[in-house]
Nanobody, 115 residues
Framework: QVQLVESGGGLVQAGGSLRLSCAAS????????MGWYRQAPGKRRELVAT???????NYADSVKGRFTISRDNAKNTVYLQMTSLNSEDAAVYYC?????????WGQGTLVTVSS
């Protein structure tokens, strides 16, 4: 069973930065794509950023230029560097890993932004 463990969430002031980590229980090369999603209270889960095995990345328009997704293959870990955080970024952030016919989710990590 694949496990994804997120960490790095917490309370940050508006304008601040956080780095989220997602550690996988197996080689991340086994996944064609990994990504971060978020869900704010009362809202649907939405895509934040994805990164493919090729290294190609994709970002939601709302985070372009502020967030950076990256991967460390040796550590089987994917990161999300978040800068210039604002109240609209407050949410539970979920790590996702996908491969043919399978999709996996972490338990989520909470990001709170104070004004």
């Amino acid at each position: 069973q694949v496990q994804l463990v997120e960490s790095g969430g917490g309370l940050v002031q508006a304008g601040g930065s956080l780095r989220l980590s997602c550690a996988a229980s197996e080689s991340i090369f086994s996944f064609s794509v990994m990504g971060w999603y978020r869900q704010a209270p009362g809202k649907r889960r939405e895509l934040v950023a994805t990164i493919e095995n090729s290294g190609r990345t994709n970002y939601a328009d709302s985070v372009k230029g502020r967030f950076t997704i990256s991967r460390d293959n040796a550590k089987n870990t994917v990161y999300l560097q978040m800068t210039s955080l604002n109240s609209e970024d407050a949410a539970v952030y979920y790590c996702n890993a996908g491969r043919f016919l399978s999709n996996y989710w972490g338990q989520g990590t909470l990001v709170t932004v104070s004004s």
